[in-house]
């Protein structure tokens, strides 16, 4: 079999054309000026994440949003970046706030950031990556606020492309917070709680002390890979037929590579996401969405 791409980045640039559309309905409905403001928090140079935040600066401007960026050096303290934070908590021309992880372990006079703190800091009504404790908990519960990015992201393409996971297992190999349990969380849930028909699967949650952990992905039909260890999910991992995520973004050299060894898994598989061009390009999509519903809550 030679499986079906799935275009994660068609699929997000008609995403942010809905997010674009929506800024402009609402300054018309409302009468008023509407431009969502979102700022992302850079601490230290990470070529990568230098990426990630040129990408959505771009993003945003196309849709309508300003997006902004504060760098802080990586010798930053904990204080600077707690005040900052509290500073944009303030701000009212500010609506969503990203603190891109991971923060440089070798700031703060090699004591290193506490992430936890920066993250429980930031206003529930301006996380939009949905990392705050509140919006983790409103999710668990089933009536979400903001829904994770990358998660979002996932469901909307399984939604997009007509892609059923109900009564069907689906194995989410990682546990991390940003990725892997909400990701597990909202596939289980019933229909309709986090706002699409990508619900009702029985899931899995595999990580690295699973035991026969190839043996728990060929139970998948669909296999979601979020574990950023390179190519780590082979082809005899796969079931005939399944549907393959691959979150993975890892730099090989100068090459581009997911969690799953997508030449062989391709053989294998029905429908896999490429990297990049998949997952990626949907969690910024997302983003922009949570930005213009943040602005939105805001109003109210
Ligand atoms: N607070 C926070 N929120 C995040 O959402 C967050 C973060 N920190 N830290 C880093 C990770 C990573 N991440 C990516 C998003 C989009 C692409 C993306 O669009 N990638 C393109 C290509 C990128 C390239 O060429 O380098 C693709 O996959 O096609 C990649 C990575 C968001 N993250």
């Known amino acids: 079999m030679t499986a079906k791409l799935l275009d994660g980045k068609r699929i997000a640039a008609e995403i942010r054309e809905e997010v674009a559309q929506d800024v402009k309905a609402t300054a018309v409905s409302t009468g008023q000026p509407f ?133 069907k297992n689906v194995v989410v190999v990682g546990r991390s917070d940003i990725v892997g349990k909400p990701m597990a969380m909202m596939l289980a849930q019933r229909d309709g709680s986090c706002g699409r028909d990508v619900a009702n699967a029985t899931v899995t949650i595999a990580h690295s002390r699973t035991d026969d952990l190839a043996g728990v992905c060929r139970t998948a039909d669909c296999l979601i890979a979020a574990v950023g260890v390179p190519e780590m999910v082979k082809g005899n991992m796969i079931k005939p037929g399944a549907v393959v995520i691959d979150v993975g973004i890892n730099r090989v050299g100068d090459r581009l590579v997911g969690d799953v060894a997508f030449d062989e898994a391709s053989e294998v598989a029905s429908a896999i996401t490429p990297v990049p061009g998949g997952v990626g390009p949907l969690t910024i999509a997302m983003l922009l969405h949570n930005t213009v519903m943040a602005a939105k809550l805001q109003s109210e």
């Open 35 to 167: 431009r969502p403001c979102l700022v992302a928090v850079l601490v230290g140079e990470d070529p990568a994440s230098k990426v990630y935040v040129r990408n959505k600066q771009r993003a945003c401007e196309k849709a309508g949003i300003e997006g902004r960026t504060h760098r802080l050096p990586a010798e930053s303290t904990q204080k600077d970046l707690m005040d900052l934070v509290a500073q944009l908590n303030e701000d009212p021309s500010v609506n969503g706030i990203l603190v891109q992880l991971p923060l440089p372990k070798n700031g703060n006079a090699g004591a290193g950031f506490n992430e936890r703190a920066v993250l429980d800091a930031i206003d529930p009504l301006k996380d939009v990556d949905c990392f705050s404790p509140v919006n983790v908990g409103l999710l668990m519960q089933g009536r979400p606020r903001f829904l994770p990015c990358t998660p979002h992201g996932i469901i909307q393409l399984l939604h997009r492309e007509n892609i059923s996971v109900a009564g």
